[in-house]
């Protein structure tokens, strides 16, 4: 497993997944009156999706439901 570079996003496998969890709440913000509504619609998001990208295999994470 190698070691990820301090301040670099790019190598950041958790970097890919808050992107495609901020993608997917701006689907709906519009609907999203409140944070806690934000924060239910995040956790909602995260618990089911299955997130593959490359990078994983690299660092010796494999995918999952998280």
Do not use: C
Not at 8 to 18: C, F, L, S, T
């Amino acid at each position: 497993m190698e070691i990820l570079a301090p301040n670099a996003p790019e190598q950041n496998p958790v970097e890919d997944i808050w992107l495609k969890a901020k993608n997917f709440l701006r689907k709906f913000w519009y609907k999203l009156r409140s944070f806690a509504l934000v924060k239910w619609l995040f956790t909602f998001f995260v618990q089911r999706e299955i997130f593959e990208f490359k990078k994983l295999h690299k660092y010796g994470v494999f995918p999952k439901k998280i």
